[in-house]
């Protein structure tokens, strides 16, 4: 059953014919500023996630191809368990400045230093002789010389 005296009803009907009679559309410019702004916010996100998507697919191929990351050979194989070694079967280096070490004997690598892989050999393997100076770790600390005290 319909009420056609609801003063509600009469109300809602006359705001919204006063509506209706003040609505304006947009102008042109603000409607075309909005759709620019849009238009670059989707582009960015669309760069964006382009720019995600490379750095995880090159993240991934880094982590997955071979070679990507190696350790550190040792620059000296500890000798087998098995093994016995002593000091007597190496060379002696007289004149030398470094401390006594662990006797070079064992297995070797002989193949690209670049790439760290080599095929291990067991011929023992004779310590060079080098002129460079030790490592610094290894050295007495370098102090100038004390002037001589032979006087006149």
Do not use: K, N, Q, W
């Not at 238009?39 to 071979?66: D, I, M, N």
């Amino acid at each position: 059953m319909p009420e056609a005296h609801d003063p509600l009803r009469s109300l809602f009907r006359e705001a919204a014919d006063i509506g209706r009679s003040r609505a304006r559309s947009a102008p042109p410019s603000f409607i075309t500023e909005r759709g620019r702004r849009a238009y670059r916010r989707r582009l960015l996100t669309l760069a964006v996630g382009a720019c995600l998507a490379v750095s995880g697919v090159g993240a991934a191929a880094a982590a997955l191809l071979p070679g990507g990351t190696r350790t550190a050979v040792p620059a000296t194989t500890p000798p087998a368990s098995g093994r016995s070694t002593s000091s007597s079967s190496a060379p002696s280096l007289s004149g030398s400045s470094l401390p006594p070490g662990p006797p070079v004997t064992g297995s070797s690598t002989s193949g690209s230093p670049a790439t760290g892989r080599g095929v291990l050999s067991d011929e023992p393997v004779a310590p060079s002789r080098s002129t460079s100076p030790p490592p610094s770790s290894l050295s007495t600390p370098s102090h100038p010389p004390l002037p001589s005290s032979s006087g006149p």
